[in-house]
C-alpha cells in the first residue's frame, strides 16, 4: 500500500505546484500580468498659457490624448491636483506659488507604469514685472533731436532752450513753443 500512496502523491504535487505556477484561471494572481500597458501621453494645449507673476491660483485645462484616470499634470516636474475629465481633456489646480517669479515653466503629463511614461513638455509664461517709467510731467530734461528741453511740467509744456541751440534751429523753436502752448498753428 505504500507503494500506491507515493505514486498517487507525487503527481498531486507536480499538478499542484503546476497550477500555483501557471494559474488556474479563475483567480486573480500577483505573478500574472496586469492588463495591456498604460499609453504614453500627448499634451496638444494648455489654457491659460501665461500668467502675470505674483498673479492669484488658478485651473489650468491641458488638452490632448491617452489621458487615463491615474493621468498627473505635472509643474516643473512636481504634480500638481489632477483631475480626469476625459481622455483628451486633464484639469489641474496650479497654486499662487507657482507663478510667483518669472520665467517659462515646464507644464507634462505623465501617465504611471506599466507603459506610460511623460508627455513632452509645453511652457507656460511667466513675464518679468517691468515696473511702469515716471509719467512726462516727472522730466526735468529730455533732448529732442537738435534741441535741449529743461524743465517741462504740466499739460502745458514750459521749457528752456540752453544756449548750445544752433542759430538755425530758432526760428523752428519758436513755432513748435506757440503748438505746445496753443498758439496760432
Known amino acids: 500500500m505504500e507503494i500506491w500512496q507515493s505514486s498517487v502523491v507525487t503527481p498531486v504535487l507536480v499538478l499542484l505546484r503546476a497550477m500555483n505556477l501557471l494559474g488556474c484561471g479563475g483567480g486573480s494572481s500577483s505573478r500574472g500580468s496586469t492588463g495591456p500597458p498604460n499609453p504614453a501621453p500627448a499634451i496638444d494645449a494648455i489654457s ?41 481633456l486633464l484639469t489641474a489646480a496650479v497654486p499662487a506659488s507657482a507663478i510667483a517669479a518669472p520665467g517659462p515653466d515646464a507644464v507634462t503629463v505623465v501617465n504611471p507604469a506599466p507603459g506610460g511614461g511623460a508627455s513632452a513638455m509645453l511652457n507656460f509664461a511667466v513675464p518679468c514685472v517691468i515696473p511702469c517709467s515716471a509719467p512726462a510731467s516727472g522730466q526735468t530734461s529730455a533732448r529732442l533731436g537738435a534741441y535741449y528741453f529743461d524743465g517741462w ?28 502752448r496753443g498758439g496760432p498753428n
Request: hydrophobic share 30%.
Open 48 to 88: 491659460p498659457n501665461s500668467s502675470q507673476q505674483g498673479g492669484p491660483s488658478f485651473t489650468l485645462s491641458v488638452v490632448g490624448s491617452n489621458f487615463i484616470s491615474d493621468s498627473n499634470v505635472q509643474w516643473n516636474g512636481s504634480n500638481l491636483p489632477t483631475t480626469f475629465v476625459s481622455n483628451a
Open 153 to 180: 511740467s504740466g499739460p502745458r509744456f514750459h521749457f528752456f532752450v540752453k544756449l548750445s541751440c544752433p542759430r538755425r534751429f530758432r526760428s523752428s523753436l519758436a513755432t513748435i513753443r506757440e503748438q505746445l
